[in-house]
């Protein structure tokens, strides 16, 4: 065991714990969901988010140091929906062992629904000025498929954001866990799967406009998309789920639950032996994670503005692990923090450094997995303790 | 051997955790607003917007070289209305999404007065709404399937009707062969599958019947074209003359070429012509099997004029000082590099005419701005279409892969991007509409 | 075609012209113009049977031919001669290549054809008739089929001459030599016969009802033959996908089935193997011109080499941390390519570079009339096996392999009984790394040579090996050929893209059934 | 391991046998049993516990167990000794469901039939498992490892919502007193001694509170001292439970059988001899099997 993998033992090992375990024990026993500190931080990034991002955005005239501009807002409001992914990840794979290298579908999946909803509100400003979507005009369809009947209504749509991650999940995962498909092999029928549905959106038979996807998006319920004020909407939106996802996901892994599947990740024959389905466990948070990507491609595609199958390339899914491993597993702050590292250090990179940024995201990607196993906030840790080390 | 695992960290950590999102947050999207250049007031910034890695990367790169070379050309006869041009490159890695957010980045974060970019259809779809929301000036150079005219968009590369057409006509012709089945290949997107509609249309006004016509579709890099070239044989054994046209994109089309070599499918049996495969794709492959299959472009790097041998030199110049890779030892010129060419300077010339780099009186200074071109006609920039007129050429695969030009239009075409071969296009005009 | 029958008319004269040059006139007319007048031209020679003709229809097709406004010059090597006068002269500096479209070399061909008809050599006829056969033929080159025919030697050739013959006789106005052709059809291979025989049954073509019913028994005939055709190319087709995925496949079997490395840098590492094949090529091209066809001997060891070494400075430098943390490896090695790729792209650029086949690798051999075997994929198909049973030598029989195997299955025990394992460890990954190179140096004779060679190829190896099963080496054999081979036959019906969708799903699936691969280790180890 | 907390140890293990009646019906017991999901309540009404008959396995044609018959009662602890590849795991994989034989039948109690559920069904109706290798959870703390596996509704919902009782939380402490490890509550199991891991491991199954406890080489890795105090609770577990243990340790076994008690020799697969362990040692066979005579 390395130093650094080492927690330090808690101060409440002392001799009254043990003269009266109870009250340790009760103690122990008791995970609260935030320090006061950790709630102090939850506040101030909503604030930051439904306050400050706004104002800097809106009001903060053009030319003051203060102002934030669009792209900035487009930027992390992107990134904010990559953060979900990252926390979906971790729960699955930080908490529970399990790789996915399939995220990628369950995110696309969700922009797809979102996505189907944009294109019909377009309405009649296509090319083709027809209540179809343009790609349908072109390849001749006379009448929307059936798999497009509810996409009219914005609830609609929303609910198939949620459903089709989570049940496709659920039977995936019901069928793979069942026959338990366990590390690599379920990491690559996870790639197998998002591959195999990538190629399919590619079809243009499949009716999802083919290799061009959705674009050219005109409003949102109604109100034009391309405007400040929608995007600030979505923006705070984004950071609000993301926030809401954060605090849930840290409920669960404090609870019992929470435990249990950190238990089948480190010894799954005893969980079973123990008494507990192991299936039913990882098909929960399996599917829960599915459906917190689902939501968070349903944000993505109205702020980026196009959703088309690269988003199921295997790639776009490895990135999602690489996320959460650089921020640092099982930590649920490491992956927000290591989505918006790599991806921020990724818009930085390719801006100053066209030519050679993929050497600084690689060697990034070396760096963390070879100095820092437990990702920047295990870092972060490791140096407090250095610190107290010098300090006694 | 340690394991695998990360401890959960002790909740007492937890605190400072939280705060350090704030923290990342800030760190993070700090970083891509740190502007590289000061804001040099006597230049004016160029955007340019193409991939140098990820899929295609392959063939943009060689484009924002060219750009660059453009750029110096101008700038050393002075640059533009008295100020130097300023490239500003970014690197979209082949990523759609990202193609939107670097197109937002160089508008309203490095202020450039135009950007040249994309080479498929997704990435410009992805910035076309940037573009026409923020009211700026695309140049964009490469062939594509039309069905599409912003006013913010400046199409220096064929519309269908530009090269599609005039190459089975000639396929058709007594000279081409005299085709009268087609097998119309291509890889599974909307250039393809576009190009292919049109082509089938205008085989029907020709008297083709659709017994005659097969469409194959092969998934992005597809690598494996065995069992296509075997169907093709087939097809073709099972009546008269065949051609193949194909639009497969440019990664497949080594393998695809390679396996038509060796499976000994001659020209002179069944010629396959295609509009995704110039110099550039060539030269990775060996052409000594494949004499005598087309290509049609509206330009060729062995067109012989003045224009071009100066285009090929000066490229082949600056290449070996630059040291673009690949390049430096073997320099290649070919048609999106022509048409990127001719857009930068259109562009330029067109400033100077409107004395400013606002996007509108641009716009109105670029209709009828001709440039001569290194195809060796004068192109110009239609009146209201924001097509340029462009010469079609034809030209068969020479041993050493460049192409013999065997047939070209006496003229440059116009522009036709809402084909009539398409019953959707009915009556509608080939203007840009006034977006409210 | 006026002027193609022309010339095969005069094949007939050819032996009994008498002989005089071509004319200044002549080249010129030949040479230059639009297509139309110089097919003309090319056929009025031909019909005067000019003896020069044939080198200089020839040199056409070599693109050897120049024009200057007085003369039409030969190149040949360094020396340059007047077509006509054959007198040697310096090459002018206004000289023009003369342009062939599809068109005029198809002439071109054809002419070359009828003049090596009778020639006395078989090749030449061999391929004559070849030629021939791809015109559309009617009665007019009867003579010149007929006269080959009774003069013809060889037997498979004179049938093939017989065969041509009956395709024109079976249009004929006597019922009975349509009879005779009819049956002589029935012995063809050519899907073009099978084209001929369906025109001929189309209703009101064929008067006569026995000649009918020959004609159609005819057509099952070829047509039987060509369904073995195609189901072999399928058979072929599937067997040489699955030998590529197994190479691709079989390095990742060891880095990743072995040593439990999840190499996403594997894709790469072929891809670096593959330009070692392109720096040996262009070393050949430029110091032995002549060795040019044998650059592959060098090439494979090269690859092997360069991309072992790289693979052992991978594996020394990065990946010897992460041992047991199979996960860690992913994300590492993912670094890796990125920055593999992009060092070649600045090395090479982002273009891909053009790997020529050496000429015994181009072509194929035509087994039947709709079947051809491409050279270079039966060498892949041969070498992949070579490559197998290399491998599978090297980790069963030698004492690496059994240094490998044991610390694979228990480093520490290893350890213990004084095994290095490190060195094994890195003796072992420069062993998988170069295997990859192998297989991108395959892959640089059937598809492109470019940054980006080993994406395309990554996803597929994985799913080979774990279908196989992860330590299986016969597994893995298994799961590739398989692969390949359904991936074909669905490609068949279903087309390219669905197939490649079914073939995932089916991996999805197979999985569910067997969660270990094909090859399951059973007992109590398996649990390990 | 001080003094003092051996001496805490032992004053625990007193006060926890007193307890026995309330833990039992405070602790997981009725808990347990009493939502059971997958089977019903064993019945035990004929003594016997664990009844094994002609139970077959293969891997790949060589056979683990080859018409294994064996049953134990109700309270029994029955040693079970063997060389190795006796097939002594492989039958506990059996028992508790992890490999499936080819032939044969198991049943828990009377009318529980094994072979037709799944590992977990088996330990909720009170068959515990300890492995021959430790296997704790290793990111968990001690305290956690304990509380996951004291006896209570395994179910995915229960789980998102439970908070421990205080009689639940005592039950946890007493154990934890038991098996030495209450001044390592916080400690994370990864970081134990071997011994102590075992000592886990034990007291995990404990907290289970099953009516039988299979046993793989519990004191594997224990000091003489550590193996002394094993033994002793095994004892004090004696007749509430049924134990099955396996163990290659002979001292152990002596102490276990204290001479009277059953002991089972495997060989092979099959049951080689059962008798007292006096009997077994002088058992022609098995000596011959020991030694290879």
């Known amino acids: 065991m390395k130093r650094d993998r080492m927690p330090e033992v808690p101060a409440l090992l002392d001799v009254k714990a043990v003269l009266d375990p109870a009250t340790a024990l009760q103690e122990a026993s008791r995970p609260r969901l935030l320090t006061p500190a950790g709630w102090g931080g939850v506040l101030l990034a909503l604030a930051i988010v439904a306050i400050a991002v706004p104002l800097a955005n809106l009001v903060a005239p053009v030319d003051s140091v203060f102002h934030l501009s669009d792209y900035a807002v487009g930027l992390i409001g992107k990134i904010m929906c990559y953060a979900i992914c990252a926390l979906a990840m971790d729960l699955i794979w930080g908490y529970t062992g399990i790789l996915s290298l399939g995220h990628g579908l369950f995110f696309a999946l969700g922009g797809y629904a979102m996505g189907m909803y944009l294109m019909r509100q377009i309405g009649r400003d296509g090319n083709y000025a027809s209540e179809l979507p343009d790609f349908m005009v072109f390849l001749d369809w006379k009448a929307l498929p059936w798999h497009w009947a509810g996409s009219g209504s ?137 459906v917190m990507c689902g939501v968070a491609g349903a944000l993505y595609v109205p702020q980026v503005g196009i959703i088309n199958p690269s988003e199921m390339s295997p790639a776009a899914s490895i990135e999602m692990a690489i996320w959460a491993a650089v921020g640092g597993r099982a930590t649920l702050i490491g992956p927000i923090v290591g989505a918006f590292f790599v991806n921020g250090a990724k818009s930085w990179f390719t801006q100053v450094v066209p030519e050679f940024w993929l050497y600084f995201l690689g060697a990034l990607f070396i760096a963390v997995t070879l100095f820092l196993p437990n990702g920047l906030v295990g870092l972060a840790a490791q140096l407090r303790r250095k610190k107290k080390d010098v300090a006694e | 051997m340690s394991t695998s695992r990360t401890p959960s960290i002790p909740r007492r950590l937890f605190a400072r955790q939280v705060s350090a999102m704030a923290l990342a947050v800030v760190a993070a999207t700090g970083l891509p607003l740190v502007s590289l250049s000061a804001q040099a007031a006597d230049t004016i910034k160029v955007g340019v917007l193409h991939s140098l890695s990820g899929t295609m990367a392959i063939s943009e790169t060689v484009l924002k070289d060219t750009v660059l070379m453009a750029i110096d050309e101008i700038n050393a006869k002075g640059g533009v209305l008295g100020k130097k041009l300023e490239p500003v490159v970014v690197d979209p ?84 062969g005299g085709a009268k089945r087609f097998v119309l290949l291509g890889t599974d997107y909307v250039y393809p599958r576009t190009t292919n509609k049109i082509l089938r249309a205008f085989l029907h006004s020709k008297g083709v019947a659709d017994a005659d016509i097969i469409e194959e579709y092969t998934p992005f890099g597809h690598a494996d074209y065995q069992s296509i070239i075997a169907k093709i044989k087939k097809f073709s054994a099972e009546g008269k003359k065949t051609a193949v046209v194909s639009t497969i994109n440019g990664d497949s089309n080594v393998p695809f070429y390679k396996e038509l070599g060796n499976q000994g499918l001659k020209a002179t049996d069944v010629p396959v012509v295609a509009f995704s495969v110039g110099e550039e794709e060539l030269r990775g492959v060996d052409t000594k099997p494949l004499v005598g299959h087309l290509a049609a472009w509206n330009y060729f790097m062995s067109i012989k004029s003045p224009a071009n041998t100066e285009f090929v030199k000066k490229w082949g110049d600056y290449a070996k000082t630059k040291g673009v890779a690949g390049h430096k030892d073997k320099p290649l010129t070919n048609d999106p590099m022509e048409a990127t060419y001719i857009g930068v300077h259109m562009w330029a010339d067109a400033v100077a005419k409107a004395k400013s780099t606002d996007t509108d009186k641009v716009i109105a200074a670029m209709a009828g701005e001709t440039f001569k071109a290194p195809g060796g006609f004068v192109s110009t920039m239609d009146k209201e279409n924001h097509h340029l007129w462009k010469p079609v050429f034809i030209g068969e695969v020479k041993a050493d892969g460049q192409f013999n030009v065997v047939w070209k239009t006496p003229g440059p075409v116009q522009a036709d991007p809402w084909s009539d071969f398409i019953p959707e296009n009915k009556g509608k005009k080939n203007v840009p509409e006034k977006k409210s | 075609m006026r002027g193609l029958r022309h010339l095969l008319l005069i094949g007939v004269l050819y032996a009994a012209s008498s002989a005089h040059a071509l004319t200044a006139l002549q080249t010129r007319a030949i040479a230059e113009g639009d297509t139309d007048g110089r097919v003309a031209a090319l056929g009025d020679a031909a019909a005067a049977a000019e003896p020069g003709l044939a080198t200089f229809v020839q040199a056409l097709l070599d693109d050897a031919v120049k024009l200057t406004p007085t003369q039409v010059l030969v190149v040949e090597g360094d020396k340059v001669v007047d077509a006509a006068s054959g007198a040697t002269t310096a090459l002018p500096s206004d000289a023009e290549d003369v342009v062939n479209n599809n068109r005029m070399r198809g002439a071109l061909q054809a002419t070359l054809a009828s003049l090596r008809l009778l020639s006395p050599e078989r090749g030449a006829r061999a391929a004559a008739i070849d030629e021939l056969g791809k015109q559309a033929t009617d009665e007019a080159q009867l003579p010149l089929i007929e006269k080959a025919w009774a003069s013809e030697s060889d037997a498979a050739l004179k049938a093939q001459l017989g065969r041509m013959r009956a395709g024109v006789l079976v249009a004929s106005s006597d019922p009975a030599k349509r009879m005779n052709a009819a049956q002589a059809l029935g012995e063809s291979g050519e899907p073009a016969v099978k084209a001929l025989l369906l025109e001929r049954l189309a209703d009101g073509t064929e008067p006569d009802d026995n000649v009918r019913a020959a004609l159609r028994q005819s057509l099952d005939k070829v047509s039987r033959r060509l369904v073995w055709g195609e189901r072999l190319g399928v058979l072929f087709t599937g067997i040489s996908l699955g030998s590529i995925l197994l190479l691709v496949a079989l390095g990742l079997a060891i880095t990743y089935g072995l040593m439990g490395v999840i190499n996403m840098a594997h894709g790469e590492l072929m891809m670096i193997g593959a330009y070692a094949t392109y720096m040996v090529q262009n070393l050949f091209r430029a110091h032995a011109p002549t060795a040019f066809d044998y650059y592959l001997w060098a090439a494979v060891p090269a690859s092997f080499i360069v991309a072992a070494l790289v693979g052992a400075a991978l594996e020394r430098s990065v990946i010897r941390w992460l041992y047991g943390r ?92 004084g095994v290095n394992t490190a060195r094994v460890d890195t003796y072992a990954f420069s062993l998988g790394a170069g295997i990859a190179g192998l297989a991108g140096c395959a892959l640089s004779q059937v598809g492109n040579v470019g940054p980006d060679l080993g994406q395309n190829y990554i996803v597929d190896s994985f799913m080979v090996v774990v279908l196989g099963g992860v330590g299986q080496l016969a597994g893995t054999v298994l799961a590739a050929l398989g692969l390949g081979v359904l991936n074909k036959v669905l490609e068949g019906w279903a087309g390219a893209v669905l197939a490649k969708i079914m073939v995932l799903v089916f991996i999805v699936v197979f999985i569910q059934k067997r969660p270990q691969g094909l090859f399951a280790m059973k007992g109590r180890s398996a649990e390990a | 391991m001080t003094p003092e907390l051996q001496q805490a140890g032992a004053e625990a293990l007193q006060r926890w046998r007193q307890k026995e009646q309330v833990s039992a019906s405070s602790g997981g ?20 516990a664990l009844y094994l008959d002609d139970i077959t396995v293969s891997f790949d044609g060589f056979k683990a167990l080859n018409a294994l018959s064996l049953a134990i009662n109700v309270g029994e602890l029955r040693c079970i000794i063997g060389p190795n590849g006796a097939g002594k795991t492989t039958m506990m994989d059996v028992i508790t469901g992890k490999t499936r034989p080819d032939l044969g039948s198991a049943s828990f109690g009377q009318n529980i039939d094994l072979l037709r559920l799944r590992e977990n069904a088996i330990a909720q109706i009170g068959i515990g498992r300890k492995f021959q290798k430790p296997t704790v959870y290793e990111q968990l703390s001690v305290f956690e490892n304990l509380e996951l596996a004291l006896a209570a509704d395994r179910r995915v919902r229960a789980s998102l919502f439970s908070r421990l009782s205080g009689a639940q939380l005592d039950r946890i402490g007493e154990v934890m007193a038991l098996i030495h490890l209450l001044p390592e509550a916080q400690r994370t199991a990864g970081l134990l001694s071997h011994g102590q891991k075992q000592w886990l491991e034990i007291g995990m199954l404990l907290m289970q509170d099953p009516k039988l406890l299979l046993l793989d080489e519990p004191v594997a890795g224990m000091t003489d001292e550590e193996t002394e105090r094993t033994a002793e609770l095994f004892l004090s577990l004696e007749g509430q439970h049924s134990l099955v243990v396996v163990e290659h340790d002979m001292k152990f076994v002596e102490q276990l059988t204290e001479g009277w008690k059953k002991v089972t020799v495997l060989h092979e697969g099959r049951v080689l001899a059962e008798g007292t362990l006096a009997d077994v040692q002088a058992n022609e066979q098995v000596v011959e099997v020991y030694l290879g005579r």
């Open chain 1, 154 to 290: 914005f609830a609609f749509q929303m609910l198939m954001a949620l459903l089709v991650p989570g049940l496709l999940a659920l039977v995936f995962g019901f069928f793979a866990f069942r026959s338990r498909i366990k590390g690599v092999y379920f990491s690559i029928i996870t790639q197998a799967l998002t591959f195999a549905a990538m190629l399919l959106f590619f079809r243009n038979e499949t009716g999802f406009g083919g290799n061009n996807g959705f674009t050219d998006f005109k409003r949102i319920l109604g109100t034009p998309i391309a405007t400040a004020s929608t995007r600030m909407l979505l923006f705070v939106l984004t950071g609000g789920v993301l926030i809401g996802f954060f605090l849930m996901a840290r409920a669960i892994v404090t609870s019992k639950f929470g435990r249990v599947l950190q238990a089948i990740r480190d010894a799954e024959s005893r969980v079973m032996f123990t008494g507990y389905d192991p299936l039913a466990y990882k098909l929960a948070i399996w599917t829960l994670s599915a």
């Open chain 2, 93 to 176: 890695a082949s990523n759609w999404p990202l193609f939107a957010e670097k197109a937002k980045q160089l508008i309203t974060q490095d202020k450039v007065a135009v950007v040249f970019g994309c080479w498929t259809s997704v990435s410009r779809k992805s910035v076309l709404p940037v573009f026409e929301e923020t009211n700026s000036l695309l140049f964009y150079p490469v062939q594509y399937e039309g069905e599409e005219l912003s006013k913010n968009v400046f199409y220096t590369g064929a519309a269908p009707n530009q090269q599609a057409i005039p190459a089975v006509e000639y396929l058709m012709s007594k000279d081409g």
């Open chain 3, 326 to 417: 199979p996960l860690e490896t992913l994300l590492a090695t993912w670094g890796i390519s990125l920055m593999l790729m992009q060092s070649v792209r600045s090395l090479f650029g982002a273009q891909n570079v053009p790997v020529e086949n050496p000429a015994w690798l181009s072509g194929g051999v035509a087994v039947m009339s709709n079947l051809t075997l491409p050279f270079n994929r039966i060498a892949i198909i041969g070498f992949a096996l070579l490559v197998l049973g290399g491998v599978a030598l090297l980790i069963a029989r030698t004492r690496l392999g059994l240094f490998v195997r044991s610390v694979t299955q228990n480093r520490r025990m290893a350890a213990c009984v």
């Open chain 4, 29 to 48: 017991r009725s808990a347990s049993f009493g939502r059971l999901v997958h089977a019903h309540e064993p019945d035990f009404a004929h003594g016997v």
